[in-house]
């Protein structure tokens, strides 16, 4: 099946620094990638909508200056936590759909950020 | 906006035990709903997807129903053991896009 493919799986940095975090579709070619968010004991939210060759789109309360989303490529998003503050440790996942899988969306394994 | 709600929030059961987990959506337009299983600090793993034109979806102990009209599906865990331990989500699709649920942390013990 789909795999979608999001590295690194564990990151720790330091609290004033950036991370970027990628997401490839290894067999597929996604036009369209989503990011979402999920802090400890609650679910997973969605971030922003990635779309190949264009500006992300991001929900409501997220800040797209602090979350820069690239997709450069139909097989890569990368989101970037910029100035990282305690308060972004989180669990990111990235998730990917193609025109013919049937509406099915193929998620990444998760990164596990913490900012100390 | 969809929002999606999973009930119980925790449940624990004697390994062997029938269960079922609830999940509802108040936007009834959705393309699929779908459950996934997430392991203490893994990522999400699909378990079953239920197309809006389907009723349910079975794959060996764990069967999944979906009724549209009334926002609602079910996660049914036959027989279960305690690597079915894990957290349980229930998220709706619409546009590509998907709501979750809260989860529901689910403890089988031996």
């Known amino acids: 099946g789909a795999v979608v493919s999001q590295h690194p799986s564990w990151v720790i940095c330091k609290s004033g620094t950036s991370v970027k975090i990628e997401c490839r579709s290894l067999?597929?070619?996604?036009?369209?990638m989503f990011w979402y968010r999920q802090f400890p004991k609650q679910s997973l939210m969605l971030m922003a909508t990635?779309?190949?060759?264009?500006?992300?789109?991001?929900e409501q309360g997220v800040e797209k200056d602090k979350f820069l989303i690239n997709h450069a490529s139909l097989t890569l998003s990368t989101l970037t936590v910029t100035s990282a503050h305690p308060e972004d440790s989180s669990f990111y996942i990235c998730?990917?759909?193609?025109?013919?899988?049937?509406?099915?969306?193929?998620f990444g394994e998760g990164s596990w950020l913490t900012v100390v | 906006k969809q929002e999606v709600t999973q009930i119980p929030a925790a449940l624990s059961v004697p390994e062997g035990e029938n269960l079922v987990l609830n999940c509802s959506f108040t936007?009834?337009?959705?393309?699929?709903l779908q459950w996934f299983r997430q392991d203490p600090g893994k990522g999400l793993t699909s378990l079953l997807l239920?197309?809006?034109?389907?009723r349910e979806q079975t794959s060996g102990r764990l069967n999944a129903s979906l009724d549209k009209s009334s926002g609602r599906s079910t996660l049914y865990i036959a027989a279960s053991q305690p690597g079915d331990s894990a957290t349980y989500l229930c998220?709706?699709?619409?546009?590509?896009?998907?709501?979750f649920g809260q989860g529901t942390i689910l403890t089988v013990h031996p």
């Open positions: 998220a709706a699709s619409s546009y590509g896009k998907l709501t």
């Open positions: 067999d597929f070619q996604a036009t369209t």
């Open positions: 990635s779309n190949e060759g264009s500006k992300a789109t991001y």
């Open positions: 998730s990917a759909s193609f025109e013919s899988s049937g509406n099915t969306i193929y």
């Open positions: 239920i197309q809006s034109s389907q």
């Open positions: 936007d009834s337009a959705i393309y699929n």
